[in-house]
């Protein structure tokens, strides 16, 4: 991507300063290094492609080119245990930009992907960067979508589990326009979350997600769950009703889709 663009930012601060980079390790270890020299919040990095894309609990990321890759710095007055919110919101806004511009039924899987027809074409990385007595210095929120990626360039084991808007569109987009599309809208949501608004990105999550009602099996550190996912509380985690009637609270995992009670 250019450093001079086509495109107009109409932001008031995401996107103020934008890095664009042609390849890179991972967009968020370049993001965290510029926090922590002083870099403005509200900072982007972008990459062309990433060797070491991250995902949670150090697994792979894999970023060739033609995909979205960047991470945003950001610092709001939040506590550690808070920073889920900003996954969520993220979440919230690239699907509704997925639906909006491109017209895919584009959902969200707890906690941090975004699924199309339940094939992966977005994950979202959250990280933050803590003062001495804990509290919150930086977050940087890392996307990677797949836009203009051909399926067959993923590694055999993925090429079932995920997808591309190249090959839900059937044709190439402009990821510049995508970006800076994102950019305002979660500027717009950003402020919103500051302002309180968590309540109001949490019911639009709910609309718009692909678990609630649904069986799944839930693989966690400690062990597997099986169980309907009946909500999610304010505090981001999902809760599982299990077949004894039970609700269990899952804070972190990964989610396995058994079978759909949700028509969307
Ligand atoms: C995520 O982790 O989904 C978070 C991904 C965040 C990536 C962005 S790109 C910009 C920024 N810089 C970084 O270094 N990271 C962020 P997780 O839920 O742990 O999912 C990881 C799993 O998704 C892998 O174990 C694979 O199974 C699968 N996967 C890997 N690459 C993928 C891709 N490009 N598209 C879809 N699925 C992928």
Not at 2 to 14: G, M, N, V
Request: aromatic share 8%; charged share 25%.
């Amino acid at each position: 991507m250019p450093e001079k663009t086509k495109h107009e930012l109409k932001t008031q601060f995401i996107g103020k300063k934008i890095l664009f980079l042609k390849d890179t390790p991972s967009t968020n270890d370049i993001a965290k290094k510029l926090a922590s020299k002083g870099a403005e919040a509200g900072t982007v990095v972008v990459s062309e492609k990433q060797s070491n894309g991250r995902g949670r609990l150090g697994r792979r990321w894999l970023s060739p080119e033609g995909g979205l890759w960047f991470s945003i710095i950001l610092k709001p007055r939040i506590k550690p245990n808070e920073v889920f919110k900003l996954t969520f919101l993220t979440a919230v806004v690239v699907v509704r930009t997925l639906r909006k511009k491109f017209k895919l039924n584009a959902q969200i899987k707890w906690p941090n992907d975004i699924l199309i027809n339940g094939k992966k074409i977005c994950g979202v990385l959250s990280e933050i960067i803590t003062n001495p007595s804990g509290l919150i210095n930086f977050v940087i929120v890392g996307i990677g979508i797949n836009a203009n990626i051909e399926l067959n360039s993923f590694p055999k084991h993925l090429q079932f589990s995920v997808t591309s808007i190249k090959s839900e569109l059937e044709k190439e987009i402009d990821c510049e326009d995508l970006l800076y599309t994102l950019l305002m809208e979660l500027e717009h949501y950003y402020l919103l979350l500051l302002d309180g608004g968590f309540n109001l990105i949490l019911e639009e999550w709910k609309d718009l997600n692909c678990i609630l009602d649904s069986y799944v099996e839930i693989e966690r550190l400690d062990g597997t769950i099986n169980g309907q996912a009946v909500d999610v509380a304010k505090d981001g985690a999902l809760l599982i009703k299990l077949e004894n009637g039970a609700v269990v609270r899952v804070i972190s995992g990964d989610v396995i889709l058994k079978r759909f009670d949700k028509t969307h």
